[in-house]
């Protein structure tokens, strides 16, 4: 079966510190594959993707996510988290639908 | 980046009554949405896909017949919870795909659905 794994719950970062996310997949072909975050109350904002070429991607408000085949995993990563990064991050893969991680909540402290 | 708007944002019903929730797709046209169903805390469960034209295809374990779908035109879909109980509460969220490489997905603003 495909599925994508979030295995830390949470995530604690003081501000300024570099931040990893943790993502791992399990599917068949290649992967295309997503991160979400999600603010209390709202939606999901897409942060970035991995369709093809370079393992690594750059996204929206200054993150990045590494694609590791080897390892069947896709990190979320920041050189310098803010504040305002504490929310709910959810990877994902899409095989035609969106097949969700369990959602790692990210605290960044002051 | 594409749009996806969910109306209305929150809602509160009567146990037993119906209740509309709509996903438009703003600057493009979505041939198939998703409609998803997320408790506190927790990840999204996706409920149905919606497919413009043609009927949704649902989940394991998602009652048809309690949760209409329609994707009546490519820019609409509306999610009717019938006859709405308590335990229907929860925060549900639309999607659209876009048929770019990898076929984003973005999501509506999610609607907060109370039964009284």
């Known amino acids: 079966a495909q599925s994508v794994a979030q295995p830390e719950d949470q995530v604690n970062v003081a501000e300024g510190n570099p931040l990893t996310v943790k993502c791992t997949y399990s599917?068949?072909?290649?992967?295309?594959l997503f991160w979400y975050v999600q603010y209390p109350n709202r939606g999901l904002q897409f942060l970035l993707k991995?369709?093809?070429?370079?393992?690594l991607v750059k996204g929206s408000y200054g993150f990045e996510a590494e694609f590791n085949k080897s390892q069947t995993s896709f990190h979320l990563k920041k050189p310098s988290a803010l504040v305002s990064d504490s929310a709910l991050y959810f990877c994902?893969?899409?095989?035609?639908?969106?097949?969700f991680g369990q959602g790692t909540t990210l605290q960044v402290k002051p | 980046g594409a749009v996806v708007s969910q109306h209305p944002s929150r809602v509160i019903c009567k146990s037993g009554t119906s209740v509309k929730i709509e996903c438009r797709s703003l600057d493009f046209q979505a041939t198939t949405m998703f409609w998803y169903r997320q408790f506190p805390k927790q990840s999204l469960m996706l409920m149905a896909t919606s497919n413009e034209g043609s009927k949704a295809t649902y989940e394991q374990g998602v009652e048809k017949d309690k949760f209409l779908i329609n994707h009546a035109s490519l820019t609409l879909s509306t999610l009717t919870v019938t006859s709405a109980h308590p335990e229907d509460s929860s925060f549900y969220i639309c999607?659209?795909?876009?048929?770019?490489?990898?076929?984003?997905?973005?999501f509506g603003e999610g609607s907060w659905l109370t039964v009284v």
């Open positions: 991995y369709i093809t070429g370079d393992n």
């Open positions: 994902a893969v899409n095989t035609g639908k969106l097949i």
């Open positions: 999607s659209a795909s876009i048929p770019d490489s990898g076929n984003t997905i973005y």
């Open positions: 599917v068949s072909g290649n992967p295309y």
